[in-house]
T-cell receptor, first 113, second 111 residues
Framework: GESVGLHLPTLSVQEGDNSIINCAYS??????FIWYKQESGKGPQFIID?????DKRQGQRVTVLLNKTVKHLSLQIAATQPGDSAVYFC????????????FGKGTHLIIQP | DTAVSQTPKYLVTQMGNDKSIKCEQNLGHDTMYWYKQDSKKFLKIMFS???????INETVPNRFSPKSPDKAHLNLHINSLELGDSAVYFCASSPTVGEQYFGPGTRLTVT
């Protein structure tokens, strides 16, 4: 079946560096994508979203890039901080608002001091 | 104010028992969901409810039954618990179209 997946299970970066987390999706009908951050013992927390009619969206220290040609999504975190350590999930919603999200496997971002 | 709340946060029970997890959202959202997160952190949708109507029902065992007394609540009832049901269960809610807000999770351990 179609799914959303992440390339790297663990990503380790130095504090202050930029982080890039990648995600590949296979459902060409997907029209809405979200990045979530999950800290230990907590529920997923919304970071940023993007719709399929856009290829880039920026938030505070985060940027999401969408490449529909190769079905690729990325999350860029600028100047990573210790509080950015978490598991990051990409998710897609291809069936309209009432459907649940299809989540990728998650990338564990580790910030080195 | 907690947007999406779940109780209990931890639930330890024996095989064969029946248990319920409660979820409430105060965001006025139309749709609520239940997700299961396994030991490898994989999140998978189980159910969603829109205005008290089941919208999707993934291939979960019929031992799991969502119950929604009103738009702000979606409870999850599990019959005849099995070892493989051990996981973290997350409730979420969303407006008709948009991001989903997740609760803090309920860690279920079946012994």
């Amino acid at each position: 079946g179609e799914s959303v997946g992440l390339h790297l299970p663990t990503l380790s970066v130095q504090e202050g560096d930029n982080s890039i987390i990648n995600c590949a999706y296979s459902n060409s009908a997907s029209d809405y994508f979200i990045w979530y951050k999950q800290e230990s013992g907590k529920g997923p927390q919304f970071i940023i979203d993007i719709r399929s009619n856009m290829d880039k969206r920026q938030g505070q220290r985060v940027t999401v890039l969408l490449n529909k040609t190769v079905k690729h999504l990325s999350l860029q975190i600028a100047a990573t901080q210790p509080g950015d350590s978490a598991v990051y999930f990409c998710a897609e919603n291809s069936g309209g608002g009432a459907d649940g999200l299809t989540f990728g496997k998650g990338t564990h971002l580790i910030i080195q001091p | 104010d907690t947007a999406v709340s779940q109780t209990p946060k931890y639930l330890v029970t024996q095989m064969g028992n029946d248990k319920s997890i409660k979820c409430e959202q105060n965001l006025g959202h139309d749709t609520m969901y239940w997700y299961k997160q396994d030991s490898k952190k994989f999140l998978k949708i189980m159910f969603s409810y829109n205005n008290k109507e089941l919208i999707i029902n993934e291939t979960v065992p019929n031992r799991f039954s969502p119950k929604s007394p009103d738009k702000a609540h979606l409870n999850l009832h599990i019959n005849s618990l099995e070892l493989g049901d051990s996981a973290v269960y997350f409730c979420a809610s969303s407006p008709t179209v948009g991001e989903q807000y997740f609760g803090p999770g309920t860690r279920l351990t079946v012994t």
